[in-house]
């Protein structure tokens, strides 16, 4: 259940990011309030799946799957660049979040 409560999060971040950016600095009111709710939802499922898994490494997969997601959504969305870096770059995210699971495990005693 604590995954479910992290995808969930991961999720509505991903969702709020990509309305920041279709807010058009905060300018438009329907993507605002995305923003605001998206990160508040995402905060508070987040918390909820702490209860039960370390901090270090949830949070390495939350910021990882949100930055992948927010650059595929960006792509997909508002018709960003692909550029080889991009895509090494979003490789040595996923690579990272697997070393710091391997290191230092997700569950709590």
């Avoid at 969305?77 to 697997?98: D, H, N, S």
Wanted: net charge positive; glycine share 14%.
């Amino acid at each position: 259940m604590p995954y479910v409560l992290l995808a969930f999060a991961i999720a509505f971040e991903v969702t709020a990011t990509l309305a920041m950016r279709a807010s058009e600095g905060m300018t438009k009111l329907g993507p605002s309030v995305l923003v605001v709710a998206g990160y508040l939802i995402s905060f508070v499922f987040m918390a909820k799946a702490l209860t039960s898994l370390n901090v270090g490494p949830v949070y390495a997969i939350w910021s990882a799957l949100g930055t992948i997601g927010a650059f595929a959504g960006g792509v997909v969305l508002f018709g960003e660049q692909i550029k080889p870096l991009t895509i090494a770059g979003a490789v040595i995210i996923v690579l990272g979040v697997i070393v710091m699971n391997l290191g230092g495990g997700v569950s709590r005693g």
